[in-house]
């Protein structure tokens, strides 16, 4: 079974632009989680996504935003760019929501590192 | 609110010695606590869980075991080996969130 597939693994964009980051999660897993991995705040949690819909939500900014297609992959998406956004994106699914991961837990993709200058 | 905490690292071992990596929480009520490890390059994945108080969760020659008394999930190994070398993360599920530790990194030399 393949597992979470994350595209790009690497971006560079400069400040003020857009980016669109892609997952693709393990086949029949309905839901997707975003974290950020900063060397200085460790793993935040973005948002989750299940059935199509956004099911609980960090505390970042609205310039991050994301979505999850019916097939179950999902994109997130970060507008007007910052320095401070260079980090790892991570992206991980599960069989359920993350409400009920006692026995569905989160398999992890490998991550996208974006770069802002 | 929710929040865990780990030592700091990094931690620096010779192969066969005795690791310990110390992992608190803090939450309302009862959570589901994991042990997760992200090799160089890759994404995390799950090592151990443990779901109520007193569970042991045991993968690889690692344990964890979930201490209500001193809200406390510390991981162990007997003899750590070079290809443990890894950031590991605990983390806490409560109310539908996954709140992850700073991660501590294990260095392991022969």
């Known amino acids: 079974k393949a597992g979470v597939t994350q595209t790009p693994r690497y971006l560079i964009k400069t400040r003020g632009q857009q980016v669109t980051l892609s997952c693709s999660p393990i086949?029949?897993?309905?839901?997707v989680s975003w974290y950020q991995q900063t060397p200085g705040q460790g793993l935040q949690f973005l948002f989750e996504?299940?059935?199509?819909?956004?099911?609980n939500k960090g505390n970042f900014p609205g310039r991050f935003s994301g979505r999850q297609f019916s097939n179950s992959r999902s994109e997130m998406n970060v507008s007007t760019l910052e320095l401070g956004d260079s980090a790892l994106y991570l992206c991980?699914?599960?069989?359920?929501?993350?409400?009920?991961?006692?026995?569905?837990?989160?398999?992890f993709g490998n991550g996208t590192r974006l770069t802002v200058t | 609110g929710n929040s865990v905490t780990q030592m700091e690292g990094p931690v620096t071992l010779s192969e066969e010695a005795f690791l310990t990596i110390n992992c608190t929480y803090t939450?309302?009520?009862?959570?589901?606590l994991f042990w997760y490890v992200q090799y160089p390059g890759e994404g995390l994945q799950l090592l151990l869980k443990?779901?109520?108080?007193?569970d042991k969760g045991s993968n690889k020659g690692f344990e964890a075991t979930y201490r209500k008394e001193t809200t406390s999930f510390h991981l162990e190994k007997g003899s750590v080996q070079v290809s443990d070398s890894a950031v590991y993360f605990c983390?806490?599920?409560?109310?539908?969130?996954?709140?992850f530790g700073t991660g501590t990194r294990l260095q392991v030399f022969p």
């Open positions: 991980a699914s599960s069989l359920r929501r993350q409400g009920a991961t006692g026995n569905s837990p989160l398999h």
């Open positions: 086949s029949g897993h309905r839901s």
């Open positions: 996504y299940f059935s199509e819909t956004q099911r």
């Open positions: 939450a309302t009520g009862y959570p589901s």
């Open positions: 443990a779901t109520k108080a007193d």
């Open positions: 983390a806490s599920l409560y109310s539908d969130k996954l709140i």
